[in-house]
Structure formats: structure tokens, C-alpha cells
């Protein structure tokens, strides 16, 4: 079974910084792309990234020129680098991947969550 875990949630200040991980594992083939998620108090689960196979990135408007999203040498492990937080960036935050789980079959894929707060 395909695996995500995340790391790198916390508490952080406004105009703060903080990075997520999350590492895919498991009985994967290939992973077509990868993304983080977040759903905060109130509102629907929305993308925050993505980026695919292809190192092609994606970002919600939100959060442009303040998050990046990057890997480290292996589609399997993908960052979130958090920069000039902001309240509303308090959410639960979310891994997820679409991969293949064999030569022809794909599905996506969603980590447990990991909680930031930006807060003063």
C-alpha cells in the first residue's frame, strides 16, 4: 500500500517561515505528480501546490511568490517552503500523490495532515 508521510508542521509567527516534507512509500510504480493540500477552519480542502513528473509547479494565488514547491532529486519526496506566513495560512496541511501502483493502473493518494498555525 502506498504510504505519505509529512513532517515540518508547527506553530509559527506572522511573516515566519516553515517547510513540510512528505516522503512517499510503499508499492509505487511511478508517481505522476505530487502536491500539498490544506484545509482550513471553515472552508474546503484546497490545492496549495503541485508539481509533476515533469518538474512542472502549480500554486493556488494565494500563496504565489511566497511558497515553493520543490524535490529532492526523487519524485517521491517533495517540500513545501513556507515563506512571509500570514493567519490565513493557518490550515491543516496535506500530502498528496497521484501515482501508478503498476504498469497501468493509477490512484491518488493522501497523507494524515500536519497542522500549521501562524498566529501572534
Known amino acids: 500500500q502506498v504510504q505519505l508521510m509529512e513532517s515540518g508542521g508547527g506553530l509559527v509567527q506572522p511573516g515566519g517561515s516553515l517547510s513540510l516534507s512528505c516522503v512517499a512509500s510503499g508499492t509505487i510504480f511511478r508517481i505522476i505528480a505530487m502536491g500539498w493540500y490544506r484545509q482550513a477552519p471553515g472552508k474546503e480542502r484546497e490545492l496549495v501546490a503541485s508539481?509533476?513528473?515533469?518538474?512542472?509547479?502549480n500554486y493556488a494565488d494565494s500563496v504565489k511568490g511566497r511558497f515553493t514547491i520543490s524535490r529532492d532529486n526523487a519524485m517521491n519526496l517533495v517540500h513545501l517552503q513556507m515563506n512571509s506566513l500570514k493567519p490565513e495560512d493557518t490550515a491543516v496541511y496535506y500530502c498528496?500523490?497521484?501515482?501508478?501502483?503498476?504498469?497501468?493502473?493509477?490512484?491518488?493518494?493522501w497523507g494524515q495532515g500536519t497542522q500549521v498555525t501562524v498566529s501572534s
Open positions: 498528496n500523490t497521484r501515482a501508478y501502483s503498476d504498469f497501468k493502473s493509477w490512484g491518488d493518494y
Open positions: 508539481i509533476n513528473s515533469g518538474h512542472a509547479t
